[in-house]
Protein backbone atom coordinates (compact mmCIF):
# COMPACT_ATOMS: atom_id res chain seq x y z
CA UNK A 1 0.00 0.00 0.00
CA UNK A 2 1.15 3.24 -1.23
CA UNK A 3 -0.01 6.42 -0.38
CA UNK A 4 0.46 9.79 -1.83
CA UNK A 5 -0.65 13.13 -0.60
CA UNK A 6 -0.90 16.36 -3.00
CA UNK A 7 -2.22 20.05 -2.67
CA UNK A 8 -0.69 21.59 0.27
CA UNK A 9 0.30 25.12 -0.31
CA UNK A 10 -0.09 28.44 1.25
CA UNK A 11 -3.03 29.89 1.71
CA UNK A 12 -5.01 33.31 3.59
CA UNK A 13 -7.16 33.39 6.46
CA UNK A 14 -10.72 32.39 4.93
CA UNK A 15 -9.86 30.86 1.81
CA UNK A 16 -9.95 27.22 0.54
CA UNK A 17 -7.90 24.17 -0.63
CA UNK A 18 -8.30 21.13 -1.56
CA UNK A 19 -6.18 18.51 -0.41
CA UNK A 20 -5.65 14.81 -2.15
CA UNK A 21 -4.43 11.29 -1.32
CA UNK A 22 -3.44 8.74 -4.18
CA UNK A 23 -3.72 5.01 -3.14
CA UNK A 24 -2.32 2.25 -4.65
CA UNK A 25 -2.34 -1.39 -3.52
CA UNK A 26 -4.87 -3.79 -2.34
CA UNK A 27 -8.47 -2.31 -1.44
CA UNK A 28 -10.53 -3.60 1.32
CA UNK A 29 -14.08 -3.18 2.22
CA UNK A 30 -13.32 -3.00 6.15
CA UNK A 31 -10.26 -0.08 5.38
CA UNK A 32 -10.98 3.29 6.98
CA UNK A 33 -8.74 6.26 5.64
CA UNK A 34 -8.48 9.55 7.43
CA UNK A 35 -6.33 12.55 7.21
CA UNK A 36 -4.20 13.78 10.14
CA UNK A 37 -1.98 17.05 10.81
CA UNK A 38 0.65 17.91 12.64
CA UNK A 39 1.12 21.74 13.59
CA UNK A 40 4.45 23.43 14.78
CA UNK A 41 4.99 22.49 18.15
CA UNK A 42 2.26 20.26 18.05
CA UNK A 43 1.49 16.95 18.41
CA UNK A 44 -0.42 14.74 15.55
CA UNK A 45 -3.89 15.26 15.30
CA UNK A 46 -6.48 13.39 13.83
CA UNK A 47 -8.94 15.98 11.18
CA UNK A 48 -11.35 13.93 9.18
CA UNK A 49 -12.05 10.25 8.85
CA UNK A 50 -13.97 8.05 5.92
CA UNK A 51 -15.32 4.45 5.57
CA UNK A 52 -14.49 2.15 2.63
CA UNK A 53 -18.00 3.12 1.09
CA UNK A 54 -17.94 6.77 1.81
CA UNK A 55 -21.39 6.83 3.92
CA UNK A 56 -19.64 7.15 7.49
CA UNK A 57 -17.58 10.13 8.56
CA UNK A 58 -15.89 11.51 11.64
CA UNK A 59 -14.40 15.16 12.33
CA UNK A 60 -12.55 16.66 14.78
CA UNK A 61 -14.41 19.40 16.56
CA UNK A 62 -12.26 22.32 15.39
CA UNK A 63 -13.09 21.21 11.60
CA UNK A 64 -16.50 20.91 11.88
CA UNK A 65 -18.48 22.69 9.43
CA UNK A 66 -15.33 23.75 7.28
CA UNK A 67 -13.96 20.70 6.19
CA UNK A 68 -15.00 17.95 4.23
CA UNK A 69 -13.62 14.62 4.02
CA UNK A 70 -14.53 12.34 0.48
CA UNK A 71 -13.48 9.65 -1.78
CA UNK A 72 -13.73 8.92 -5.30
CA UNK A 73 -12.78 4.57 -4.94
CA UNK A 74 -13.07 4.46 -8.51
CA UNK A 75 -9.80 6.53 -9.10
CA UNK A 76 -8.51 4.78 -5.48
CA UNK A 77 -8.49 8.87 -4.49
CA UNK A 78 -9.10 10.55 -0.74
CA UNK A 79 -9.75 14.36 -0.90
CA UNK A 80 -9.84 17.10 2.27
CA UNK A 81 -11.98 20.17 0.87
CA UNK A 82 -10.94 22.68 3.39
CA UNK A 83 -12.41 26.14 3.62
CA UNK A 84 -13.10 29.18 5.71
CA UNK A 85 -9.56 28.19 6.85
CA UNK A 86 -7.74 29.83 9.76
CA UNK A 87 -4.19 30.32 10.78
CA UNK A 88 -4.50 27.32 13.31
CA UNK A 89 -5.04 24.91 10.26
CA UNK A 90 -1.07 25.49 9.54
CA UNK A 91 -0.08 22.17 9.62
CA UNK A 92 1.93 19.38 7.90
CA UNK A 93 -1.65 17.50 6.48
CA UNK A 94 -1.16 12.78 6.61
CA UNK A 95 -3.27 10.69 4.65
CA UNK A 96 -3.63 6.99 6.37
CA UNK A 97 -5.16 4.13 5.84
CA UNK A 98 -6.48 1.23 8.70
CA UNK A 99 -7.06 -2.13 6.70
CA UNK A 100 -10.16 -2.90 9.27
CA UNK A 101 -10.61 0.45 10.85
CA UNK A 102 -8.32 0.30 14.04
CA UNK A 103 -4.90 1.50 13.82
CA UNK A 104 -3.67 3.28 10.69
CA UNK A 105 -1.01 1.19 9.85
CA UNK A 106 -0.13 3.17 6.46
CA UNK A 107 0.86 6.86 6.05
CA UNK A 108 1.42 9.20 3.51
CA UNK A 109 4.68 11.54 3.22
CA UNK A 110 3.09 14.78 4.18
CA UNK A 111 1.72 17.75 2.38
CA UNK A 112 2.30 21.28 4.02
CA UNK A 113 -0.55 24.22 4.20
CA UNK A 114 0.81 27.06 5.80
CA UNK A 115 -2.69 30.34 6.46
CA UNK A 116 -1.03 33.24 6.71
CA UNK A 117 -3.63 36.33 8.88
Known amino acids: VQLQASGGGSVQTGGSLRLSCKHS????????MGWFRQGPGKEREEVAT????????HYADSVKGRFTISRDSGKNLLHLQMNNVKPEDTAVYYC???????????WGQGTEVTVSS
Open 96 to 106: ALSPHGYQFQY
Open 25 to 32: GRRQTTEV
Open 50 to 57: INWSGSSW
